[in-house]
């Protein structure tokens, strides 16, 4: 797989056109992805908002559009590692992104994110607009 995976808050400025971020993934050759954390995290957002029925719909769309990239054994295993070195590290992130990071390290994909509390996952390849 190559390619990019989009945190919730990249899916979030693509749906509001962020120009910085419509550039940065302007790449045709690059495919673009969404890890399942992110999409719950985007669909509890929706579930929360004011606007419930029509933020639902516009994720519903794109989940239809893109690829879902879901977690398997090989990620709850670096799911594990990674929280266990952020422990021992004393640098907890919230459990939604270790599982984040977990899928863009199994799959090698950048992450694009505005999340700094990345930086203490090792190895992680980031992208911010």
């Keep these: 797989m190559t390619g990019k995976l989009l945190d919730a808050n990249a899916v979030i400025a693509f749906q509001k056109s962020d120009p910085g971020l419509v550039a940065l ?7 673009w992805y969404i890890p399942a954390p992110a999409l719950g995290e985007l669909y509890y957002g929706a579930f929360n908002s004011s606007q419930t029925a029509a933020n639902l719909a516009a994720l519903d769309r794109l989940a239809s559009e893109v690829v879902i990239v879901r977690c398997d054994k090989s990620t709850a295993k670096l799911y594990g590692q990674i929280r266990h070195v952020l ?4 640098r907890p992130i919230p459990e939604a992104d270790i599982w984040i990071a977990a899928l863009a390290l199994q799959h090698d994909l950048t992450l694009i994110t ?3 509390h990345f930086n203490e996952v090792d190895d992680m390849k980031l992208a911010s607009w």
Excluded: F, N
Excluded at 25 to 31: M, T
Excluded at 87 to 90: C, L, N
């Design 25 to 31: 993934l302007a790449d045709q050759e690059l495919s």
């Design 87 to 90: 422990k021992s590290k004393g």
């Design 114 to 116: 505005r999340d700094a």
